[in-house]
T-cell receptor, first 112, second 110 residues
Framework: DGGITQSPKYLFRKEGQNVTLSCEQNLNHDAMYWYRQDPGQGLRLIYYSQIVNDFQKGDIAEGYSVSREKKESFPLTVTSAQKNPTAFYLCASSRTGSEKLFFGSGTQLSVL | GQQLNQSPQSMFIQEGEDVSMNCTSSSIFNTWLWYKQEPGEGPVLLIA?????ELTSNGRLTAQFGITRKDSFLNISASIPSDVGIYFC??????????FGGGTRLMVKP
C-alpha cells in the first residue's frame, strides 16, 4: 500500500540532545513537508522540500534541520537549540504544485 | 502572515444532530480544503474547493467556498460517534503553502 510512514510514534529527548524523526513515502511525490502541531493550534510549517537536494524554511524553522538526499525520505532533526520541542510532528507529501497533502500518522516528541 | 480563524474551537453534540463550522480569513484564497484528524493520527483530506460559491458534498459532509473567497463552511448532517475528531480548514493562494486554521474539536455523545 502506498503511503507515508513516520517513526518512531513516540520519542523522548533529553536536555541538550538532538533527535531525528523519520519520514518515508512511497507515493512517488516530489514535495515533502514537516509540520508542528501544538494543542489547540493549527499546523505550522517547519520546512518543506519540492525536489531532492533542495529545501526551504517554513514559518518556524529555528531549532530544526532537514535533509533531502532521496526522493522517498525527508528526516527532521530537532536540535538542542529548539527550547520548546514538545509537540506532535507531522510529515506530509504531495505531487508538485498540488494543494492536496497526504499526512503520516505523526510522532509525539516529549522532553524528559 | 495570513491567518485563518476557525470556529467554534470545540463542539459537544448529541448523536444525530447536524454540525456547522466555519473558517474566515483576512485574505482571499484560491483553494479551500477541509481535513479531519482522529486522535493520534495525521489529518485526512475530506473536501477540496476551487471556485467561489462552490458547494461540494462527500457523504454526510457538505462544504462551501464563500463568495468573498475569504471564508468557507463545513456542515455534517446526522452526526455519528465516528465523526469525533479535529476538523481543520486550510487555504491556499495560487501555489503558496497551505495556511491552516486552529481546528474545531468535535465530540459526539451517543
Amino acid at each position: 500500500d502506498g503511503g507515508i510512514t513516520q517513526s518512531p510514534k513516540y520519542l523522548f529527548r533529553k536536555e541538550g540532545q538532538n533527535v531525528t524523526l523519520s519520514c518515508e513515502q512511497n507515493l512517488n511525490h516530489d514535495a515533502m513537508y514537516w509540520y508542528r502541531q501544538d494543542p489547540g493550534q493549527g499546523l505550522r510549517l517547519i520546512y518543506y522540500s519540492q525536489i531532492v537536494n533542495d529545501f526551504q524554511k517554513g514559518d518556524i524553522a529555528e531549532g530544526y534541520s532537514v535533509s533531502r538526499e532521496k526522493k522517498e525520505s525527508f528526516p527532521l532533526t530537532v536540535t538542542s537549540a529548539q527550547k520548546n520541542p514538545t509537540a506532535f510532528y507531522l510529515c506530509a507529501s504531495s505531487r508538485t504544485g498540488s494543494e492536496k497533502l497526504f499526512f503520516g500518522s505523526g510522532t509525539q516528541l516529549s522532553v524528559l | 502572515g495570513q491567518q485563518l480563524n476557525q470556529s467554534p474551537q470545540s463542539m459537544f453534540i448529541q448523536e444525530g444532530e447536524d454540525v456547522s463550522m466555519n473558517c474566515t480569513s483576512s485574505s482571499i484564497f484560491n483553494t479551500w480544503l477541509w481535513y479531519k484528524q482522529e486522535p493520534g493520527e495525521g489529518p485526512v483530506l475530506l473536501i477540496a474547493l476551487y471556485k467561489a460559491g462552490e458547494l461540494t458534498s462527500n457523504g454526510r459532509l457538505t462544504a462551501q467556498f464563500g463568495i468573498t473567497r475569504k471564508d468557507s463552511f463545513l456542515n455534517i448532517s446526522a452526526s455519528i460517534p465516528s465523526d469525533v475528531g479535529i476538523y481543520f480548514c486550510a487555504g491556499q493562494l495560487r501555489g503558496n503553502m497551505l495556511t491552516f486554521g486552529g481546528g474545531t474539536r468535535l465530540m459526539v455523545k451517543p
